[in-house]
């Protein structure tokens, strides 16, 4: 059977893990990575939101990105990937921005955790505050961006960030809300020099950013502990 080696590590939890609801915000370069893991991991309910279509800039780090993908809705190709994972898993797609005028789709979602990976300031400030109120489990993803060392990524509250532009912007924006600081994010401490308008990346370093918030929910669920 598919997810026997992760009973093996699980072992009576796997059913919590199955029977989770996950909504993942912005399936790119870091999201895409989520939401692929989380299906291999048994994962029996994603929600995707991202308005966005693949296109050629983002074969050199997402998980979904291919020549033959380009142009299409990435939330649709998402979903059909992940179906072909686990067809188990039951694949709800919103294309759309996540704003004030449509953040209303949470009140109609069972959602157990939510997994901010978008690159809009003011949606991963929109979605931290809805998910602080709504009492729904969330982890955030800072910049990828400008990043090449992956000894450097790290959990951390969002208060105790350092280095990460956008953990400073967020850390200014929610002061009104001190259970906003103390969501649990994934950043990097690398320090970097940016000397373009375009945002550097690679294949690498949002796969990774990825990957750990996946460890951090999948280790929720069993009862492990992250350094913070």
Known sequence: MEFERLKILVKDKFE????????????????????????????????????DKVDITNINRQIIALH???????????KERIEDINPNCQVEIFPIFFEESTKDILNDININYIVDCCDSLKSKELIIREAVSRDIKIIS??????????????????KNTSYDKIAKILRSNLKDN??????PVVYSDET???DSKEIGSNSFIPSIFGLYM?????R???GGKYEN
């Open 141 to 158: 993803s800072m910049g990828a961006g400008y990043k090449l060392d992956p000894t450097k990524i790290k959990y951390s509250k969002l």
């Open 178 to 183: 001190k259970k906003c600081l103390e969501i």
């Open 192 to 194: 970097y020099q940016k």
């Open 16 to 51: 919590d893990i199955k029977n989770l609801s996950v909504l993942i915000l912005g399936v790119g370069g870091v999201g895409g990575y989520v939401a692929e893991s989380l299906a291999r991991c048994g994962v029996e309910h994603l929600i995707l939101i991202d308005y």
């Open 220 to 222: 929720d669920v069993v």
């Open 214 to 218: 996946t460890s951090f929910i999948i």
């Open 68 to 78: 033959s993908t380009i142009g299409k809705l990435k939330v649709e190709v998402l």
